[in-house]
């Protein structure tokens, strides 16, 4: 099994709103990753996750709260989101960040408006 | 912050014809690594050429590594209207370039 699942597909929040992404992988990668992704833009890193620990936070605001339950999930909390914040939101894992020739395997993404 | 940079921003030719991207970074790299994205999707890992490496290949698919100039190129052969898509480079693997959006008309 070569997938990572993203969900929702979709989601529609308000900026009052608490909702949570979730991504899953069975690849027994132990490194995942969260970016953010405006259209016609390249993906930007927000977060990254090795053997379920919190290696990276690209100065990502607190409104974005990443959780790493297991070594297959990866969520990331939403609270009081801004309309900016409106984008395609990328999970990927991949086997090792230390590793010199890691490759990340995405998932289809999580479409995210703020009204 | 991102160190690849690709050219051209976008690209449009002909089923049949082939198509070159070129992608230039700034700091030294172990790797560089080609992603395709369909609008809307998750990437889509295509190809890995590192740092000793001058050129690999991988179907339709051929990349050249230039470190002395840090660059690299993504030549498709014979393209078909399903390569339709982004196209990015990244260097080790975290950050992307800007990418080469590439049209190919039936």
């Known amino acids: 099994d070569t997938e990572v699942t993203q969900t929702p597909k979709h989601l529609v929040m308000g900026m009052t709103n608490k909702k949570s992404l979730k991504c899953e992988q069975h690849?027994?990668?132990?490194?995942m990753y969260w970016y953010k992704q405006k259209a016609k833009k390249p993906p930007e890193l927000m977060f990254v996750?090795?053997?379920?620990?919190?290696?990276i936070n690209e100065s990502v605001p607190s409104r974005f709260s990443p959780e790493c339950p297991n070594s297959s999930l990866l969520n990331l909390h939403l609270h009081a989101l801004q309309p900016e914040d409106s984008a395609l939101y990328l999970c990927?894992?991949?086997?090792?960040?230390?590793?010199?020739?890691?490759?990340?395997?995405f998932g289809p993404g999580t479409r995210l408006t703020v009204l | 912050s991102q160190q690849g940079e690709e050219d051209p921003q976008a690209l449009s030719i002909q089923e049949g014809e082939n198509a070159t991207m070129n992608c230039s970074y700034k700091?030294?790299?172990?790797?560089l690594q080609w992603y395709r994205q369909n609008s809307g999707r998750g990437l889509v890992h295509l190809i890995l050429?590192?740092?000793?490496?001058r050129e690999k290949h991988s179907g339709r698919l051929r990349v050249t590594l230039d470190t002395s100039k840090k660059s690299s190129s993504l030549l498709i052969t014979a393209s078909r209207a399903a390569d339709t898509a982004s196209y990015f480079c990244?260097?080790?693997?975290?950050?992307f370039g800007a990418g080469t959006r590439l049209t190919v008309k039936p």
């Open positions: 700091t030294s790299i172990n790797n």
């Open positions: 996750y090795s053997y379920e620990k919190l290696s």
């Open positions: 690849m027994g990668h132990r490194a």
């Open positions: 050429i590192r740092s000793n490496e």
């Open positions: 990927a894992s991949s086997q090792d960040l230390a590793a010199s020739t890691d490759t990340q395997y």
């Open positions: 990244a260097t080790g693997s975290m950050r």
